[in-house]
């Protein structure tokens, strides 16, 4: 009598080999499928410290190519020691053109972690270099996932393949920059920048790479972003997306709260600062400057969300100058009124 299938593959799953060696002895079938077609080859392969019960799967039978119902192999898994492994040292057997379901090969789901290695690409690269070109069913390269993941070394060793992906965009018209917005090993964003990215890409909902940050509640990106830009006051506050909404708008949007209370204070000190240097000029001698300097008043127009600028005392000063102005124009219109009536007609 054969040992039953959810035992079998409970025991591989859960990494207990001598139950397993057990289970085979009694006549378990090694390629026996669950109801999704996973074989305990694919269970093993899910997690890690798995590398011993996988190489006595395969050495009873197993089959490393086997699909399940959605077109997945046992190495089309989130990468962890046990892939490594078998990427590593049974890379002559591997199909990297296989794509399961989604579109993604067994190289797409290695890139989708920030602990792969170039190691565990460069074989496949070099023998068939047009998998660098092969994008999942989202449109989304190897770029996009290494980027996303923040994985360093992956990053700059796509980009010294072939440096073209970093303006691909997804079928959302993400590129890679956007993805590396969202992780905070902003390493990536350089590396990325210094292969051709542009920080003002737009792609899904009309959002640039700090909006994407900011729907991750991604200070850390930010602030990195922020010291890459010529005019961080300008991009931040007037960059909008499809519905209109800038970084800071879209950060009270969504309540990221970190990222709202440093665009708050960080865009006031922006203000601050190019409020003092429109009136400083060189060696601190006061320049001439408009009644009203721009960078009091430009935050209002374009944010209409905080309310920062109207505690500035240029801005008060300002409209009680106008205030009184008015009033005693009023004055005088009302006082020489009843003179003029009395003018006779030329």
Known sequence: MKPPIDSYQIATQNG???????LLQCGAD???????GRTALHRAMQSSGQIEICRTLLRKGADLTCLDIERRTPLHNFFNDTTSEFLLNEKDILDPLELDSYGMSILHHAAWSSQSQSEHFSYFLKKRPALYDISDYEGKYMLHYASERG??????????VSNVGVALPDVTGRMPIHYAARSRRVQV?????????????????????IHEAVIRDNVTAIIHMR???????DFMLRATDQQGFTPLALAKKRKAMATLNYLETQC??????????QHDGEN???????????GSIEPCIHTGTT?????????????????AIAFLLLLYIFWTGPVLDTVPDL
């Not at 090694?30 to 999704?36: R, S």
């Not at 210094?194 to 737009?202: E, I, K, R």
């Open 268 to 277: 006031h000190l922006d203000t601050q600062q190019n409020h003092a240097s």
């Open 151 to 160: 994985n360093i070394p992956l990053v700059e060793y796509l980009c010294s």
């Open 16 to 22: 207990h080999l001598e139950l397993v060696e057990f």
């Open 189 to 209: 964003i350089d590396i990325l920048i210094s292969n051709g990215a542009n920080l003002n890409s737009v792609g899904a909902n009309g959002w640039n790479p």
């Open 284 to 294: 601190g001698v006061p320049e001439h400057s408009p009644a009203v300097p721009r």
């Open 307 to 323: 309310s920062w600028h109207l505690r500035d005392p240029t801005y008060e000063v300002y409209l009680r100058g106008s205030l």
């Open 30 to 36: 090694v390629e026996a499928c669950d109801d999704h």
């Open 227 to 233: 010291k890459l830009l010529e005019s961080p006051i």
